[in-house]
């Protein structure tokens, strides 16, 4: 008996390409703790910006070579975890939330539950991402990708330290920050997903242009620009989820008016 797939052997195994990728986003989420630990908060942040490009190529690779895998879907969650949860959420720590109160004091215990939460939440997104990722809108993403947190959280943090703003006078807004970004995580906050955009392989001429304008303002400075983008993807999950809310009520009315009963 001969077998008559050929992709039927390669089941044992894992593919190469795509999961090559993931471990390169685990290992700079790995180094990012050690540079936190370190106190390089700077070094920290550019290492989960790293995780985040590799984690947001190594699935269009599977898709685009055939070579997704369950294998490869659990394992980019558990990187992810390391590069999204633990990482920004000791690197928030060690920069600002160790030293929000006074020893034994209660707002000193707020400092490292402020960094679990943030870490916690990060896990039952990603949980809960692969409990519904046959069933979901592809379109949108319910609650902040984990991906899309750790930015805006690095972002902040390179900003500032660019700014050589002293941690002590950010301390709180941090921490009303990382509980933000956890509650928004597992969140029914929509948000737009990238992961379906293009959705041709052609995209209006505008939109190679925006992209240059963006990469010349990374190349001026790298922080801000980031730290912009984190701002304003944040602030679009509520609007759009309004905006969605407004749009079905509105329909609903017009049904009830059309309803001959």
Avoid: H
Avoid at 174 to 183: E, N, S, Y
């Amino acid at each position: 008996m001969t077998d008559s797939n050929p992709r039927r052997g390669l089941a044992r195994g894992a593919f190469l390409l795509p999961n090559a990728l993931t471990t390169g986003a685990l290992m700079a989420g790995f180094y990012a703790i050690i540079a936190a630990i370190g106190d390089q908060p700077v070094a920290a942040c550019v290492a989960v910006v790293i995780a985040g490009m590799l984690d947001g190529v190594d699935g269009r690779v599977a898709r685009l070579t055939n070579t997704q895998s369950d294998f490869g879907v659990q394992y980019d969650s558990l990187s992810d975890m390391v590069s999204f949860g633990i990482a920004p959420a000791i690197l928030v720590f060690t920069w600002v939330l160790d030293g929000l109160g006074q020893p034994d004091t209660v707002a000193d215990k707020l400092g490292w539950l402020g960094a679990f939460f943030y870490a916690a939440c990060g896990a039952l997104r990603l949980a809960r991402f692969n409990t519904q990722a046959g069933v979901a809108d592809k379109r949108y993403f319910q609650g902040l990708a984990s991906p899309a947190a750790a930015g805006t959280m690095v972002s902040t943090i390179w900003f500032c330290e660019s700014r050589a703003i002293d941690p002590e006078l950010v301390a709180w807004p941090m921490f009303l920050l990382t509980v933000a970004l956890g509650t928004l995580m597992v969140s029914r906050v929509r948000y737009f997903s990238f992961k379906a955009w293009p959705i041709s392989d052609r995209v209006p001429f505008a939109w190679i242009f925006l992209v240059l304008v963006v990469l010349v303002m990374l190349a001026v400075d790298p922080p801000a620009v980031l730290f912009t983008i984190g701002m304003v993807y944040l602030i679009s999950g509520p609007l759009l989820t309004a905006r969605g809310r407004y749009q079905q009520r509105r329909r609903r009315r017009r049904e009830g008016r059309d309803d001959p009963a």
